[in-house]
C-alpha cells in the first residue's frame, strides 16, 4: 500500500503550487495535485522538487550518447532497486530506443545479457559494478572509456546516482503502477 498521503492541488500550499504547475507543464497523466512518479514526493518539497526536475531533464534530454545506452543503464538501475514504477515507466522507454527485449528481461532477472554492441555490454557492466560491487575495475572503465569517452563514463556515473535517487524515493513511498498494470516484479 502507498505511503504517501495524497493531497489535492487546493490543499498544496503556494509554493508547492507554483513548482506543481512548472514540473507538471507538457507532461502527460497529470491530475489534480498529482504529476505522477517520484515527482509527488518531491513536491513535499517544492524548491528541491524543481531543482531536481531540472537536473532530470539534462539526464534524459541533454547527454552526450544515444538513448538507448541511457535507458539500459537506468534498467540496470531499477532492477538493482527492484523499483516497481521505475522498471513500469522505463521498460517501455528502452524498447522505444532500440532495446531488445530479450536484453531487457536479461536486465530485469539480474542476468548478464548476451551482448552484440561493445556498447551495450560497457554500459550495463559500468551500471551493474557500481550498485553491484559498487567499485569499477580497470578493465571495465577502459570499456567504459573506450565506448563513451572520460565525459560519457561521468555522465553514466552521475545517471546511475539519479536514478538511484529516483529509485529510492519511489520505493520508501511504496509508489506502484498504475491502476490495472502488472508489477514487475514479485512483491
Given at each position: 500500500?502507498?505511503?504517501l498521503?495524497?493531497?489535492?492541488?487546493?490543499?498544496?500550499?503556494?509554493?508547492?503550487?507554483?513548482?506543481?504547475?512548472?514540473?507538471?507543464?507538457?507532461?502527460?497523466?497529470?491530475s489534480?495535485?498529482?504529476?505522477?512518479?517520484?515527482?509527488?514526493?518531491?513536491?513535499?518539497?517544492?524548491?528541491l522538487?524543481?531543482?531536481?526536475?531540472?537536473?532530470?531533464?539534462?539526464?534524459?534530454?541533454n547527454?552526450?550518447?544515444?538513448?538507448?545506452?541511457?535507458?539500459?543503464?537506468?534498467?540496470?538501475?531499477?532492477?538493482?532497486?527492484?523499483?516497481?514504477?521505475?522498471?513500469?515507466?522505463?521498460?517501455?522507454?528502452?524498447?522505444?530506443?532500440?532495446?531488445?527485449?530479450?536484453?531487457?528481461?536479461?536486465?530485469?532477472?539480474?542476468?548478464?545479457?548476451?551482448?552484440?554492441?561493445?556498447?551495450?555490454?560497457?554500459?550495463?557492466?559500468?551500471?551493474?559494478d557500481?550498485?553491484?560491487?559498487?567499485?569499477?575495475?580497470?578493465?571495465?572503465?577502459?570499456?567504459?572509456?573506450?565506448?563513451?569517452?572520460?565525459?560519457?563514463?561521468?555522465?553514466?556515473?552521475?545517471?546511475c546516482?539519479?536514478?538511484?535517487?529516483?529509485?529510492?524515493?519511489?520505493?520508501?513511498?511504496?509508489?506502484?503502477?498504475?491502476?490495472?498494470?502488472?508489477?514487475?516484479?514479485?512483491?
Amino acid at each position: 500500500m502507498e505511503r504517501l498521503t495524497r493531497k489535492t492541488y487546493a490543499e498544496l500550499s503556494p509554493t508547492q503550487q507554483k513548482a506543481f504547475d512548472k514540473i507538471a507543464e507538457g507532461r502527460s497523466g497529470v491530475s489534480d495535485g498529482r504529476i505522477g512518479g517520484p515527482f509527488d514526493i518531491w513536491m513535499l518539497n517544492p524548491e528541491l522538487a524543481e531543482t531536481i526536475d531540472t537536473l532530470g531533464k539534462q539526464f534524459r534530454f541533454n547527454l552526450s550518447m544515444d538513448r538507448r545506452y541511457i535507458e539500459i543503464a537506468i534498467l540496470v538501475t531499477g532492477a538493482y532497486w527492484t523499483s516497481q514504477y521505475e522498471w513500469f515507466a522505463h521498460e517501455k522507454m528502452a524498447t522505444d530506443a532500440g532495446v531488445p527485449a530479450d536484453m531487457i528481461q536479461s536486465i530485469k532477472t539480474g542476468e548478464r545479457p548476451d551482448f552484440s554492441d561493445a556498447r551495450d555490454a560497457a554500459v550495463h557492466d559500468l551500471a551493474y559494478d557500481l550498485h553491484r560491487i559498487h567499485h569499477i575495475d580497470d578493465a571495465t572503465y577502459q570499456r567504459a572509456v573506450d565506448a563513451f569517452g572520460e565525459h560519457g563514463v561521468a555522465e553514466l556515473i552521475n545517471l546511475c546516482g539519479f536514478y538511484t535517487m529516483v529509485s529510492m524515493s519511489l520505493n520508501t513511498f511504496k509508489i506502484g503502477v498504475p491502476d490495472g498494470e502488472k508489477l514487475p516484479f514479485d512483491a
